[in-house]
Nanobody, 124 residues
C-alpha cells in the first residue's frame, strides 16, 4: 500500500527553522513522481507551498515562502524534505506532503497520495 508519512513538525519561535520530512513507502519516489508540500491553517483553504519534479529537477514555491523555504528530495532514501527558515507566525498550519505521477510539478489539485500531516506552530 502506497503511503506518505510526514515528520519534523513542532513549535518554534518566529525566525526559527524546522525541517519537514516526507517518507514514502509502498512505492518508489523516482523520476516519475512529482511531490508537493501543502499547508492548511485553521479556517483557511489548503494552499500549495512547494513542489519538486522527479523528471527534470524543477522546483516551485508559493510567493509567500520564496527565499525562506527549500524543497529537496533524496530518491535513495525515498524521502522529500522541506527546509523552512525565517519562520513567521503566518506559517502556522498543518503541513502535508503529496505525490502524483507527473512531468514537472505544480502546486494545485490532482495529487494522488497524501500524508496525514504534521503540525507547525510559530509563535511571535
Amino acid at each position: 500500500e502506497a503511503q506518505l508519512v510526514e515528520s519534523g513538525g513542532g513549535q518554534v519561535q518566529a525566525g526559527g527553522s524546522l525541517r519537514l520530512s516526507c517518507a514514502a513507502s509502498g512505492f518508489t519516489l523516482n523520476e516519475l513522481w512529482a511531490v508537493g508540500w501543502f499547508r492548511q491553517a485553521p479556517g483557511k483553504e489548503r494552499e500549495g507551498v512547494s513542489c519538486t519534479s522527479g523528471s527534470d529537477g524543477r522546483v516551485a514555491y508559493a510567493d509567500s515562502v520564496k527565499g525562506r523555504f527549500t524543497i529537496s528530495r533524496d530518491n535513495a532514501k525515498n524521502t522529500v524534505y522541506l527546509q523552512m527558515n525565517s519562520l513567521k507566525p503566518e506559517d502556522t498550519a498543518v503541513y502535508y506532503c503529496a505525490a502524483t505521477l507527473a512531468t514537472g510539478c505544480y502546486l494545485g489539485v490532482g495529487y494522488d497520495y497524501w500524508g496525514q500531516g504534521t503540525q507547525v506552530t510559530v509563535s511571535s
